[in-house]
Every structure is written in structure tokens, then in C-alpha cells.
């Protein structure tokens, strides 16, 4: 396996930065633990664990983490929470996964918070990407979805984004690590793990060399999406100076994101005036278009050409105020 943990630390962390790691202690995250504890970077290693009682083995992952703690003195923060509770009680219209993602990620916030550190180094790695290309796919999503996860994304650093399940399993297990494995990932009821054991394993009876496939093409809708994404971003700055500077439009800018005359967006492409709306949900949805359907998109064009103004639109935290002849988000 051609993987250097201390090349990829050196590329993002300054020598004495703390280095916080997202711990379930499965053989991916655990993998990541001691090869860190092999660099110079050991001193600084963090790891967390969030144990969202669902589990009964999960309070003994806990005691498992804080005992090789003892043998390595590396940092360990861990939380807890009941997430079915939460769930039941706040969230009644979302899944637990949803909810235990949202409170996880709570907690790594609250941890990079702590030790003053703007980046969080996560597990996922190439089964991962695939799976979650197809998991979005069959729910339908924008190109984000689609490629879903990079190497660095926002805060995120994924160093086994290009490494292979079975390539991490056969290296712990011929060095003897230990690691724990999470008995629920069998369960073919949840749907992420029907397309792991299930499907995603059949494309192999096609082509052995699926994932570097799907791999390359996750790339080239990176490179696409990046192309519309700077057409996007130049269309709404161009918008920005224009309106800004006609002074027609008493706005305080400093509440909000931007604006866009309604002609010049009738003038763009159907591609693009839906990658327009993409973007503002993406930026109003704390970098998320999970929940934008076509639907959504085509409700958002239709209220841009309405012919009353002075009027709001909704959707999850996006929210577009049409004032005359403009629109303001």
C-alpha cells in the first residue's frame, strides 16, 4: 500500500499544530491513529470519540481508546450523547443518522474550537466516496453530491481518500493492530450498508477495476462542477458591482450575501440559472444541497419571474427577497 502519513501532515499542519482525528475506533480510523503515532506529529495527536448510545459495545470502544491513551499519551476527548432520545423528542421527521452526523460534527466544532485549530482529519476513505456517490445518486442530488469527498473540503482532511478498504484491513491485520469493528455495518437494512455488501460488490462481475473507474469519473465531475462554479461566482460579482454601483437600491450589505438583477439571470443559460440557485442554497445551507430538489429549483425560477414584488421565498435557510427589478439573498 502506497500511503506516507507524514508527507500528507507536513502539507497541512505547522510542527506544533494540534492534530485532531475523528475516532470511531473501526479499522479505518484506528489505521490512521497509529500510523500518526509513527511521525514527529504523534505529540500533537488528538482523538476523538463521540458514542452516540445506540450501541452497547460502544461504552467499551471508549474504554479501548482511553487504554491505548495510557500506553501512548496522546490526547483523547470524548463525548456522549442519547441520540434516539434526541431524535424522538426534537427530530421526529429525521433519521438517526442524520441527527447522530449533525450532533457528531457538533462535537468535532466544539474540539477544533478548544484547541484553537481550524481542521479535522477523517477516516473516509476510496469504498467510502464510492459508496456515498451512489447513496447520493439514488436520491437524486447536484454535482456536489456526486463528488461528494475530496482529499481537503472546508475543514476536512481525508488522507485515505485514494486507499482501498481491503488494502487498510490486510495491513492491520499482518501487523497484529487491534481495532474494533461496529456490528450494526452489517445490517443490510440501512441502506448505506445494502450498497456496501450488496450491490456496489457486483460491479466487479463487470469490470475488477470498478473503483479506479468511478474514481476517475467522481474527478472529472470535480473539474466540471469547478468550471461552473467560477462562471457562478463571476456572475454574481459582476451582479454585485453593478447594483452596488447604480445606487438605485438602498441595501445594507452587511446582512446579506448578494443580489442579482432578474433580466441578467432570465439572460443565462437554463444550466446555469439552476447552478445560480445551487449555489445560494449551498451557501445559505452550511455548504449543503441535501435537501434541494428539482422541484426547489424550478419553484425558485418561477418566483423570480412572478410579476408581484415585494415578495420572499423559503427554502431549509435560503431565502431570496424579490425587490422590484432585483433579487437579494
Not at 506516507?4 to 499542519?13: D, M, P, S, T, V
Not at 455495518?185 to 440501512?190: V, Y
Not at 469519473?217 to 463571476?234: A, F, R, T
Amino acid at each position: 500500500m502506497n500511503f506516507e502519513i507524514n508527507k500528507f501532515l507536513e502539507k497541512y499542519y505547522k510542527k506544533d499544530e494540534p492534530i485532531i482525528l475523528a475516532c470511531s475506533t473501526g479499522p479505518d480510523s484506528m489505521f490512521l491513529l497509529y500510523e500518526i503515532l509513527k511521525t514527529p506529529y504523534a505529540k500533537n495527536l488528538v482523538a476523538c470519540y463521540f458514542n452516540h448510545k445506540l450501541r452497547d459495545e460502544a461504552d467499551l470502544e471508549e474504554v479501548f481508546l482511553e487504554e491505548l491513551w495510557k500506553k501512548h499519551w496522546f490526547k483523547v476527548e470524548i463525548a456522549d450523547a442519547k441520540i434516539k432520545e434526541i431524535r424522538d423528542t426534537f427530530y421526529p421527521s429525521l433519521g438517526l443518522e442524520e441527527v447522530a452526523r449533525e450532533k457528531r460534527y457538533a462535537f468535532l466544532n466544539a474540539i477544533l474550537n478548544i484547541y484553537n485549530s481550524d481542521k479535522v482529519i477523517t477516516w473516509h476513505h476510496l469504498d467510502d466516496k464510492i459508496e456515498t456517490f451512489f447513496f447520493n445518486l439514488a436520491r437524486w442530488t447536484k454535482l456536489t453530491g456526486l463528488i461528494n469527498m475530496t482529499e481537503k473540503s472546508w475543514n476536512i482532511l481525508r488522507p485515505l481518500i485514494n486507499i482501498e478498504k481491503n488494502d487498510i484491513l490486510k495491513y492491520l491485520e499482518e501487523n497484529n493492530l487491534e481495532y474494533k469493528l461496529d456490528s450494526t455495518n452489517l445490517d443490510t437494512n440501512i441502506t448505506r450498508n445494502k450498497l456496501r455488501h450488496d450491490i456496489i460488490p457486483q460491479f466487479s462481475n463487470i469490470n475488477s477495476n470498478y473503483k479506479k473507474n468511478i474514481s476517475n469519473l467522481i474527478s472529472y465531475l470535480e473539474e466540471i462542477k469547478n468550471h461552473i462554479d467560477l462562471e457562478v461566482i463571476e456572475f454574481l460579482k459582476e451582479q454585485w458591482i453593478l447594483i452596488f454601483n447604480s445606487q438605485k437600491y438602498k441595501i445594507n450589505t452587511l446582512e446579506i450575501n448578494g443580489y442579482f438583477y432578474i433580466e441578467d439571470f432570465n439572460n443565462q443559460t437554463s444550466l446555469l440559472q439552476k447552478e445560480i440557485i445551487r449555489h445560494i442554497f449551498y451557501i445559505s445551507n452550511w455548504n449543503s444541497t441535501i435537501w434541494l430538489s428539482e422541484a426547489n429549483i424550478a419553484e425558485v425560477i418561477r418566483f423570480i419571474n412572478w410579476k408581484n414584488n415585494k415578495t420572499i421565498k423559503e427554502i431549509q435557510k435560503m431565502k431570496l427577497e424579490k425587490n422590484n427589478k432585483i433579487i437579494i439573498f
